[in-house]
């Protein structure tokens, strides 16, 4: 089935660098993309959201970008600080999903070192 | 508390046994959502209510899993005859409507089935 998925499962960088944590997903339906960050012992934890008529969104020290051509997504983290360490999912949905169902990626693991 | 609130934050439970989570969406938000976590894993759509509509069922793993939600609110996931392979993380998110809305999640139950 369709499916959402991670190039990197663990990601490790230097506190202070860029961070560039990569997803991919197959379905072309999909319209809406959601970046959720998991802190051991915790839920996910919303970061940012794109919809598919915008190619870049920007946060406070995060940036999303989706390229619908290739089906690809990323989360840009500037400064990087120990407090990011962390699982990274990207989830998406479709028009056709139950309910705004979101399938979620299997996720990535920041490691921030000092 | 403004966030989606989960109870109990941890069950242990033994084989054959049933057990019920319990999730307290945001106020007001009208949509309620359950997945579940694996170990290292991503998460798992099980279960989504709309208002007061009947819920979509389709992720729901086996009959022995159910969902009901009083009054729009309050929402209740019961496993009846636990397996050891419903040991797990189950999370709860709400969201404000439905389509492309940001679902916002809880700390969620960790079910340990002995």
């Known amino acids: 089935g369709e499916s959402v998925g991670l190039h990197l499962p663990t990601l490790s960088v230097q506190e202070g660098d860029n961070s560039i944590i990569n997803c991919a997903y197959s379905?072309?339906?999909?319209?809406?993309f959601i970046w959720y960050k998991q802190e051991s012992g915790k839920g996910p934890q919303f970061i940012i959201d794109i919809r598919s008529n915008m190619d870049k969104r920007q946060g406070q020290r995060v940036t999303v970008l989706l390229n619908k051509t290739v089906k690809h997504l990323s989360l840009q983290i500037a400064a990087t600080q120990p407090g990011d360490s962390a699982v990274y999912f990207c989830a998406e949905t479709a028009p056709l999903n139950a309910g705004n169902m979101l399938t979620f990626g299997g996720g990535t693991r920041l490691m921030v070192k000092p | 508390g403004a966030g989606v609130s989960q109870s109990p934050s941890n069950k242990v439970t033994e084989k054959g046994k049933d057990v019920e989570l319990r999730c307290d969406p945001i106020?007001?938000?009208?949509?309620l959502y359950w997945y579940r976590q694996s170990l290292g894993q991503g998460l798992e759509f099980l279960i989504y209510f709309q208002g007061n509509s009947a819920p979509d069922k389709s992720g729901l793993p086996s009959d022995r899993f159910s969902a009901e939600r009083t009054g729009g609110s309050v929402s209740t996931l019961t496993i009846q005859r636990t397996q050891q392979e419903d040991s797990a993380v189950y999370l709860c998110?709400?969201?404000?409507?439905?389509?492309?809305?940001?679902?916002?999640f809880g700390p969620g139950t960790r079910l340990l089935v002995l």
């Open positions: 379905n072309s339906a999909s319209d809406y």
């Open positions: 998110a709400s969201s404000p409507r439905q389509y492309q809305e940001t679902q916002y």
């Open positions: 106020s007001g938000h009208t949509a």
